[in-house]
């Protein structure tokens, strides 16, 4: 009788203690729900970048597709950047204004402040409007496609930076995903 009651107060206490972690906190299915599984046709997650799309090659943008965007989403942006860059984070592409019913982006956005859709692109670190690719000094670099959802339009001029985009987003993003692929010269 005792072990009975032992054992029902133990399982009571684990039952207890599950909910009271998990509370509060969103289900995995939530989660899974404001996550973009981004990926492109040219490299897989965590894979080698091919060179075409570097400046050791044609220095154009790789394709990249999704197929998740939430409900309320009013425009997309897209953030490249390599944080294993010597002088710190290093941002390759800045797009943002993308239409919400975007599914995809082809191989060579042209390098242009406003696309034929309305998006815009801001400038990377080297300067310039639109992608610049993977250019690493030393080593095998991480470069990290990250595509937000948001809840409003951006509505700023082309040719801003990723500190700009990034404040312009803060408690509008609805959802994001992120796609790594490596290069090493």
């Not at 404001?34 to 897989?44: G, H, W, Y």
């Not at 197929?67 to 860059?85: H, M, N, Q, R, Y």
Request: charged residues 25%; hydrophobic residues 35%; aromatic residues 10%.
């Amino acid at each position: 009788m005792l072990k009975n009651l032992c054992l029902l107060l133990g399982i009571f206490f684990f039952l207890s203690l599950y909910s009271f972690q998990s509370e509060g906190q969103p289900s995995s299915e939530a989660k899974t729900e404001n996550k973009i599984d981004i990926k492109s046709t040219v490299f897989e997650e965590g894979g080698m970048i091919p060179r075409q799309y570097t400046c050791d090659g044609k220095n154009v943008s790789p394709p990249l597709k999704w197929s998740f965007v939430p409900e309320g989403t009013k425009s997309l942006a897209l953030i490249v950047d390599d944080p294993d860059a010597p002088v710190g984070v290093w941002v390759h592409w800045v797009l943002f204004d993308l239409p919400p019913d975007t599914k995809e982006l082809n191989e060579n956005i042209p390098a242009q402040e406003t696309l034929t859709d309305g998006a815009k692109q801001g400038k990377n670190d080297f300067g310039k409007i639109g992608y610049g690719g993977p250019c690493p000094p030393d080593d095998t670099h991480r470069y990290f496609f990250n595509l937000y959802a948001l809840d409003v339009e951006i509505n700023l001029q082309p040719g801003i930076t990723k500190g700009e985009l990034l404040k312009a987003m803060e408690g509008h993003i609805l959802a994001q995903g992120e796609l790594m692929g490596r290069y090493k010269r």
